[in-house]
């Protein structure tokens, strides 16, 4: 009987050591498509979606149900004029949580305008990592979408927490990029299909000249954020100074979507944060944040204070 009992303990901790990364909210808004459609597609390809996500081991790594990446996705579908194929808006946010508190950071706030795919009720969605192609770019589009922001949320979470440590998640999105389905309507995959898109997200996170993003973003969470409930005047000194070598990253290399990317989301955060710094603090951190983050400079000036 004890053995009996040991055995089902040890299947329970494997099953918790073995979890999937994601534990994600999957919504699918079909309101803008036409009543020629059945709306069960859409719900079906929610959860369907969700199913994708959340049962799919993306990486070797181990993850306990708590570990699990709280994150939502979006995706606003509207009709074309071809059968089953449909145009689409994809927003996309993660959180992580911060240590010794209840509050989860914004790590992901993006929304992806790129998207066509082709969907009946019940297809089964497939994705392999060595076929992202598959066999029609119109059907393989959506997962492979899909599986490239899952490694990017997975890739993005793992490097809050240890120095470059999301480096080979975010080269499997980069196969994805690299292999991604090409047809008619297919956009977003490469170079000049426009300077804010799925190439230039992860070429910006991977690019060896680019490669102090990623110790930034180390160093916000994990030396900043995750140090405000012991050590809040240290941790606030090591955002700004987080914030420096971004504001230093922008000047030598202005205009990259990973500078834009990293601010999405963060506005509220960063005004709570400094507005309980020094008097120094807060002309430093307004100063900065206003030359980097231009589209929420008012709130900036307007916050900290």
């Not at 480096?167 to 426009?194: C, L, M, R, T, Y």
């Not at 490669?211 to 180390?218: G, H, L, N, R, T």
Request: hydrophobic share 40%; with cysteine.
């Amino acid at each position: 009987m004890h053995k009996l009992l040991f055995i089902i303990f040890l299947f329970f901790i494997s099953i918790q050591l073995n979890a999937q990364e994601l534990k994600a909210r999957v919504t699918v808004n079909s309101s803008r498509v036409g009543n020629n459609v059945s709306k069960s597609a859409f719900q079906t390809l929610q959860t369907s979606l969700m199913n994708f996500l959340n049962n799919k081991k993306w990486t070797s790594d181990a993850y306990t149900q708590v570990e699990r990446i709280e994150c939502s996705f979006l995706l606003n579908v509207e009709s074309t004029d071809e059968l089953n194929v449909y145009k689409a808006s994809l927003s996309i946010q993660s959180a992580r949580p911060i240590f010794n508190s209840s509050y989860a950071s914004p790590i992901i706030n993006f929304k992806d305008d790129n998207i066509i795919f082709k969907y009946q009720e019940f297809q089964q969605l497939e994705f392999n990592d060595n076929r992202v192609t598959g066999s029609d770019p119109l059907v393989s589009n959506l997962t492979a979408i899909f599986a490239y922001y899952a490694y990017m949320v997975i890739g993005f979470d793992a490097t809050s927490f240890a120095s470059h440590g999301g480096e080979s998640i975010f080269q499997k999105a980069q196969n994805v990029v690299n292999n991604a389905p090409d047809g008619n309507g297919v956009a977003g995959w490469k170079s000049f299909d426009g300077i804010r898109n799925r190439y230039w997200l992860v070429e910006n996170i991977l690019n060896n000249r680019y490669a102090q993003v990623q110790d930034i973003y180390y160093e916000y969470y994990r030396k900043g954020l995750d140090k405000m409930y012991s050590e809040e005047k240290i941790a606030r000194v090591n955002v700004l100074a987080a914030l420096e070598k971004l504001d230093n990253f922008n000047t030598e290399n202005p205009n990259t979507m990973i500078n834009q990317f990293f601010f999405q989301g963060k506005s509220n955060e960063l005004i709570q944060l400094f507005s309980k710094g020094s008097p120094q603090e807060k002309t430093k951190a307004k100063e900065i944040l206003i030359r980097i983050d231009i589209t929420n400079a008012s709130k900036y000036k307007d916050g900290i204070k």
